[in-house]
């Protein structure tokens, strides 16, 4: 209970609390309001990690709950940007499988073998950076029509979509070799 207390965590559970109010902005049309709600999310996911360096205030808990936020937001989005239209459903599903396959695989690693970190990857950082951009991309697109941003989303969803598949074998080719290198060490 502690280490839920400490700064950093608090603006994780800040940003998880935000995901309803996101999804309920985006599904009431009201994207300008989605943007700025994203906006606050993206401040408290900058500064949980810099304050949690900048405090010491870094925690194991913290190490968890930051990527479960991130995800979190970032699915919940997705999902209510496909629900009107705003996104392709193979997308969100496209990314939603990912997510769903490295957790899968995290969860029986854990199960079947000592292993019990999973750092990120290179390539998981990008594409859940792609990722954001074009959700960004697309609410900016919907609550600025005018401007006529909407243009290029149909580009920038098939790069995201080639990233996050690519992220996805990449992290596929690590498991596997995390499980031969566990396995290796346990004879």
Known sequence: ???????????????????????LA???????RALALC??????DALDGYLARALGQS????????????????????????????APW?????????????????????LLTRLRSFPPSLWGKVSTLL??????????AHAFPATGFGG????????????TVWSGLHYAWLGFRMLRSANASVR
């Open 1 to 23: 209970m502690r280490e839920l207390l400490k700064v950093p965590n608090l603006l994780s559970v800040a940003r998880l609390a935000l995901s309803p109010l996101i999804v």
């Open 26 to 32: 985006i599904l009431a049309g009201e994207y300008r």
């Open 39 to 44: 906006m606050i999310a993206s401040v408290t």
């Open 59 to 86: 925690s194991r808990l913290g190490q968890k709950l930051d990527p479960i936020a991130d995800k979190v937001v970032l699915s919940a989005i997705y999902i209510a940007l496909a629900v009107p239209g705003a």
């Open 90 to 110: 193979w997308l969100v599903l496209l990314i939603l499988g990912r997510d769903t396959m490295i957790l899968a695989c995290a969860g029986l690693a854990m």
């Open 131 to 140: 990722q954001m951009v074009t959700a960004l991309a697309v609410i900016v």
């Open 152 to 163: 290029g989303l149909g580009v920038l969803f098939v790069v995201t979509a080639a990233c």
